[in-house]
């Protein structure tokens, strides 16, 4: 076998934060995370831009810098990891434009 799959136990939690990694670099927030009978843990996530575009992922293509890059992800110990500037930042903390 000339490659070796590696599966990483990789962690994906509701309110976790993602930048797509494409041109569009739409931040994407993880709304809930179940796994169906049968297959592997999935992830329903919808961009900062529009709430109501909630869409279903394999949880691992959250772990696949190809695809997704964390900006602010729950640790297992409760700890937030932060990272890409402002694009994080709560809504409550931005100041509207006057």
Same mark, same amino acid.
């Given at each position: 076998?000339?490659?070796?799959?590696?599966?990483?136990?990789?962690?994906?939690?509701?309110?976790?934060?993602?930048?797509?990694? =494409?041109?569009?670099?739409?931040?994407? &927030?993880?709304?809930? *995370?179940?796994?169906?009978? +049968?297959? !592997?843990?999935?992830?329903? #996530?919808?961009?900062?831009?529009?709430?109501?575009?909630?869409?279903?992922?394999?949880?691992?293509?959250?772990? =696949?810098?190809?695809?997704?890059?964390? &900006?602010?992800?729950? *640790?297992?110990?409760?700890? +937030?990891? !932060?990272?890409?500037?402002? #694009?994080?930042?709560?809504?409550?903390?931005?100041?509207?434009?006057?």
């Amino acid at each position: 076998m000339l490659f070796k799959s590696v599966k990483k136990d990789f962690r994906v939690a509701p309110g976790n934060r993602y930048r797509k990694s =494409d041109d569009t670099e739409l931040v994407w &927030i993880i709304k809930n *995370v179940y796994t169906p009978s +049968g297959f !592997e843990k999935h992830a329903r #996530a919808y961009p900062t831009n529009d709430p109501s575009d909630v869409r279903l992922y394999a949880a691992s293509v959250f772990g =696949d810098v190809r695809f997704f890059d964390p &900006i602010h992800v729950q *640790v297992q110990d409760g700890r +937030g990891s !932060e990272s890409k500037g402002p #694009a994080f930042a709560e809504p409550a903390t931005l100041k509207p434009a006057e």
